[in-house]
């Protein structure tokens, strides 16, 4: 066998090695994010199987209601005790949305732990690249509360212009009835523990207010919430890389996260790989016509 050929097949050999590597670790990593529970603070009532869900619990939960717009004349109140409306921080970046009330006891502080640790990874930038809105769905919030809550994120997640990009808004009633049914948020109030349950999971919006993306849970890859930023901005935030990951990963409504596309990482393989070939055959065709004559090539010299 030749050199050439030789080279030809480990180079194949290489590829397609990486190929199934990739894949592999992918998937393993998809898989790994999406495994979890649900979140604990409610007592099953007596005699009801494990399995089956509590009658308060079924009426709670995310609908997504992808690409459709938030009412963002929506009145509410800001930190500091003024008025403002929904769309003042809406228009340049995508908003990454959390309902929480500041009085929770448990689950809230987990969702914005959550969102405050997979931002911390991210290299984007809050108030260049994206803003963050908390609302308290409880109309008995106050600035103050939403003013101490800030704080003590701010103090978690200290980058340049959080202070300015994370704001944390209460509102009337009305105000917060008209969003979170905009926005597909179900949550109820319990008599018996004097708590409200609901779901656990942050949105992602576009600039203009639309519903882009939804992620569930307490625990969020900085990965998806990464991709669910840059295709909400269209591009405009992130990078080529992001671009190629948002080719080989796919938003699954289902899951609320992202999955590789095998297929997709297939064909950049294989694309990889004849680009490969081709650049060898190029260069070992430049060799050849470049290399030195031999010494056959050479007339004998005549003696005299």
Not at 75 to 90: H, K, N
Not at 127 to 143: A, L, W
Not at 258 to 265: C, K, N, Q, T, W
Request: aromatic fraction near 8%; proline fraction near 7%; glycine fraction near 10%.
């Amino acid at each position: 066998m030749s050199s050439a050929s030789a080279c030809i097949q480990g180079i194949v050999r290489c590829a397609a090695l990486s190929a199934l590597v990739l894949c592999g670790a992918g998937q393993a990593s998809v898989f790994a994010q999406m495994t979890g529970a649900p979140a604990a603070g409610y007592k099953r009532e007596p005699g009801m199987p494990a399995s089956a869900v509590p009658a308060l619990l079924r009426d709670i939960g995310f609908d997504q209601y992808l690409d459709q717009q938030l009412p963002l004349d929506v009145p509410l109140i800001d930190e500091a005790g003024g008025s403002v409306r929904l769309g003042t921080y809406f228009g340049e970046r995508p908003v990454v949305l959390v309902f929480a009330y500041y009085e929770c006891p448990m689950l809230c502080t987990q969702v914005i732990n959550g969102l405050s640790r997979a931002l911390g990874v991210l290299s984007l930038e809050p108030g260049r690249d994206f803003e963050i809105v908390t609302v308290s769905f409880d109309p008995r919030d106050t600035p103050a509360a939403a003013a101490a809550k800030k704080a003590s994120y701010l103090e978690r997640y200290r980058r340049p212009g959080a202070a300015a990009a994370w704001h944390f808004l209460t509102g009337e009633a009305a105000s917060i009835e008209r969003l979170t049914k905009a926005a597909g948020f179900r949550y109820a109030w319990d008599e018996r523990t004097g708590q409200f349950a609901h779901p656990s999971g942050v949105i992602v919006l576009t600039p203009d207010g639309r519903l882009a993306r939804y992620l569930f849970g307490i625990e969020y890859g900085p990965r998806d919430l990464r991709l669910a930023l840059v295709e909400a901005s269209a591009g405009r935030v992130g990078s080529a890389v992001d671009a190629i990951l948002l080719y080989c990963y796919h938003y699954d409504p289902l899951t609320g996260r992202y999955g590789l596309l095998v297929r997709r990482v297939m064909r950049i393989a294989g694309a990889a790989t004849v680009l490969a070939l081709a650049l060898f055959i190029v260069v070992m065709l430049r060799r050849e016509r470049s290399g030195p004559r031999s010494p056959a090539s050479h007339p004998a010299p005549r003696i005299s």
